[in-house]
């Protein structure tokens, strides 16, 4: 049997395994491109640096996983309104200040927003196959590929939240890419017990417990991450957490006690908000990783016209091999 946790592992046609999955954070991705690649343009002056970020991502990633199958998850809608019903700050900080009564508006530097159309084009005629779902984030995309693949699975993502989808058992992982692709770290289940002192299965907990101001999630005000690990060891999930805080006779201590007490209208909807959804209806059927473009003309000509010749050969190559 291959050594799944070896990133040069070949898949061959020898091997009674279904490949690896690779999911990609797509926005995740190309914001950290953008903002991580010196300011490239085309020949018309476009900016393109996320565009040629990406595609070299994508490049080193199939390279060193050498994955058989690659999703683009991506975000139909990054703050869905349900999510904004049970907790309006949600993301709230990230709303264009102009048209804050729009919560569907996202502030993207406009040198970035320009390339996003291009990454499209790009991924389309290269044969990548790009899901995404209305009402739900890339997170819900992933969480719902993830569950059930019948495969083991890579995670590139720059957010934390989804270790909550971490499984040792079925060879689900993360490549946690917030210090850059290069850099990328591979979370397993290990890797969150030795970093936050919790299972994965409780990292959402976890994160509820704790809050998330990049994502407007207040948490438990008194609440850090210490703390939070400490009642999920002792009382499991924030169910076991609620209920010893409301029980007279639990030794939990009197400061988490009123803590806890004084968020309960939080709990009771938090854990929904923080929670990937894992069973959306998604197409399946095409998540197969292309070894040749699906047009190659149309490769060419997008080549030619953004000045992505470079990125686009060492992708080619590695699609190729």
Sequence with gaps: MRDV???????????SEPGRLMLLDTASMYFRAFFGVPEITGPDGTPVNAVRGLMDFISRLVDDYEPTHLVCCWDNDWRPQWRVDLIPTYKTHRVVEEVAAAPDVEEVPDPLQVQVPIILEVLDAFGITVIGADGYEADDVIGTLATGAGQPVDIVTGDRDLFQLVDDEVDVRVLYIAR???????VTNDWVQDKYAIDARQYADFATLRGDASDGLPGVPGVGEKTAATLLQRFGDIDGIVAAALDPASDLGPGPRGKIKAALDYLEVAPTVVAVAREIDLDRSDLVLPRTPRDAARVAELAATWGLESPTERLLAVLGR
């Design 5 to 15: 946790t070896d990133p040069k592992t070949k898949n061959d046609e020898t091997t």
């Design 180 to 186: 850059g692709v290069g850099r990328h770290e591979r």
